[in-house]
């Protein structure tokens, strides 16, 4: 499992940051992405189902915090 701490960050840097970053995985490995900015719990999910990566979860984790993990899918 692989985490990748994007608090801080604006739209659209924490969905490059998880695409930058799910490249590095290989099917089946996870990803959690941790953010504060609202959008990036709505745009990082889109963008993974997209791209044939599996969404296990988007949970808010505190006040403004947000945890989605993802399965990287057989592409990249």
């Known amino acids: 499992m692989h985490r ?19 490249k590095k995985l290989k099917p089946g490995e996870t990803l959690i992405v941790v953010s504060d900015y609202p959008l990036a719990a709505e745009n990082i999910p889109r963008w993974a189902q997209e791209a044939g990566h599996k969404v296990l979860r988007v949970e808010k984790v505190g006040n403004a915090l947000w945890e989605i993990e993802i399965e990287k899918g057989g592409v990249s």
């Open 4 to 22: 990748l701490d994007t608090r801080g960050e604006i739209c659209p840097y924490p969905l490059i940051m998880a695409q930058r970053e799910i």
